[in-house]
């Protein structure tokens, strides 16, 4: 087929894409790749990306299939190969760009507007790595990600207040700042101002503190600061428990910007209703918009978080050292992060590549799973649910110790990786009920957010 008449198709299938993709992963992965041939049976593309053949594989297949199919009208497969020319004038057309974009404005104008975005970002107390562009989408993570996104388009139109929760470390606070950005860039006249609740606590004391008249005047400055902006992002509001006086000064600031139809946007580790002596005046209000969860990521979206971390530092590291670490470090984004960050640190210290090899003699993580022991498991999972080993050993066959017991035979399996002879000869069971017990809550896990949950506190507590 004529390569003009591919590139035409290859138009209408990137438009279709564009519709079902998030858009930081159609701008990152999708949107770069150039078709290269079509011979009726097979789509050919180039990436100026040396992962996104395994990255996009992994994780957009279906979305690319459906589009192939529905432009072409018949099940299409595709497959992209990276190509370095390809890619090195890719980057040279990037650098154009920003050099053309850059002298299109005054000198002076254009300080100014980089002046003022910067002062702006400041002043609303924002870190400036955390935005949409940069934020990898996963299904633990879509349904947040599309309600932070349609807050930022449109602050206070829908999802008024919008209350994302979840686990640390999983991403909420790169959601709610990423909203933050995106008005700041692109509806510059409304002032965003973000807080950790434990900031605000500790700012309110402070202001309390203040004897006389002037703390008064302190006092009204402190509620202005809060109440006089259009969006008021608010970190994890948990802290607010037992917190009277503060309780009562968020109330009061929450419904003067919900009266004047400000934005709202709430974090916290849990849900409203599980925050002990929230009062229900506050309860009701932090209900009363939109409530979206953010899970543990899954394999694939690890591995896609690991490859948007090396591509943003420029490191050069090989997908299977993405799968290792993903394999070994499942809790949360932060210790994906953190697992990441110090091999390529000793990498750069030690001046070498990195290869499978020598992230695993870094991260060490087969040492560590062999010291952790079926007991170790075993007794976390009891301290949680509140039942003893010698409960766990025992015929009994209550609820409460039944259900404990196949969390601790599920997590035994996926933590020690022992056979389950191992774990049966341990808890005194046949081999059969250890893996009827895996396999339960295995299956309970894809629809229980509450259990996962509670295997995700478990987990973190044995692992430090």
């Known amino acids: 087929m004529d390569i003009l008449e591919v590139k035409n198709l290859w138009s209408e299938i990137k438009n279709e894409l564009k519709e079902s993709l998030p858009a930081p992963a159609f701008q990152m992965w999708l949107d770069a790749l150039e078709p290269a041939d079509y ?45 370095a020319e390809l890619a090195d004038k890719y980057q040279k057309e990037k650098r154009k760009e920003l050099n053309k974009a850059k002298r299109s404005l005054p000198e002076t104008e254009e300080s100014k507007i980089i002046d003022n975005l910067a002062q702006m970002q400041s002043s609303a107390n924002l870190n400036l790595k955390y935005k949409f562009s940069n934020f990898v989408v996963g299904e633990n993570s879509r349904f947040a990600h599309a309600a932070a996104f349609a807050v930022a388009q449109n602050p206070a139109k829908k999802y008024n207040p919008l209350f994302i929760y979840g686990a640390s470390g999983l991403g909420k606070t790169h959601l709610m700042q990423a909203i933050g950005h995106y008005i700041i860039f692109n509806k510059p006249k409304l002032k965003v101002k973000y807080i950790k609740t434990e900031e605000y606590v500790n700012e309110l004391i402070k202001n309390i503190q203040c004897g006389g008249n002037d703390r008064n005047s302190r006092m009204d400055k402190f509620r202005q600061k809060y109440r006089n902006v259009d969006v008021l992002l608010i970190d994890d509001i948990q802290f607010l428990e037992s917190k009277t006086y503060t309780m009562e000064e968020i109330f009061h600031t929450f419904d003067s910007l919900h009266n004047k139809n400000k934005q709202i946007v709430i974090t916290s580790d849990r849900l409203p209703k599980d925050i002990p002596t929230l009062p229900d005046r506050l309860r009701t209000r932090f209900e009363m918009g939109l409530m979206v969860d953010i899970t543990p990521p899954d394999f694939e979206t690890r591995v896609a978080i690991l490859a948007n971390l090396a591509e943003q530092a420029g490191v050069n590291a090989g997908f299977e050292v993405f799968e290792y670490i993903a394999k070994n470090f499942v809790n949360n984004v932060r210790e994906l992060e953190g697992a990441f960050n110090k091999v390529s640190a000793y990498a750069d210290i030690e001046k070498t590549d990195i290869t499978l090899e020598f992230t695993k003699k870094v991260l060490n993580c087969e040492q560590i799973r062999d010291e952790l022991t079926i007991e170790k498991v075993a007794r976390a999972v009891g301290d949680y649910y509140g039942v003893s080993i010698k409960d766990f050993l025992s015929s009994a066959r209550n609820q409460r110790v039944s259900s404990a017991r196949h969390v601790a035979v599920y997590m035994a399996r996926e933590l020690t990786e022992k056979s389950f002879e191992s774990i049966a000869e341990f808890f005194k069971k046949k081999h059969t009920t250890m893996l009827y017990s895996y396999e339960k809550i295995k299956e309970e896990l894809r629809t229980n957010k509450e259990l996962e949950n509670s295997v995700y506190e478990i987990r973190r507590s044995i692992e430090g």
């Open 39 to 83: 011979d009726g049976n097979v789509f050919f593309l180039c990436s100026v990306h040396a992962l996104a053949p395994q990255v996009i594989r992994a994780n957009y297949d279906s979305q690319i299939l459906e589009a192939l199919k529905k432009v072409l009208g018949k099940n299409v497969s595709y497959q992209i190969t990276f190509d």
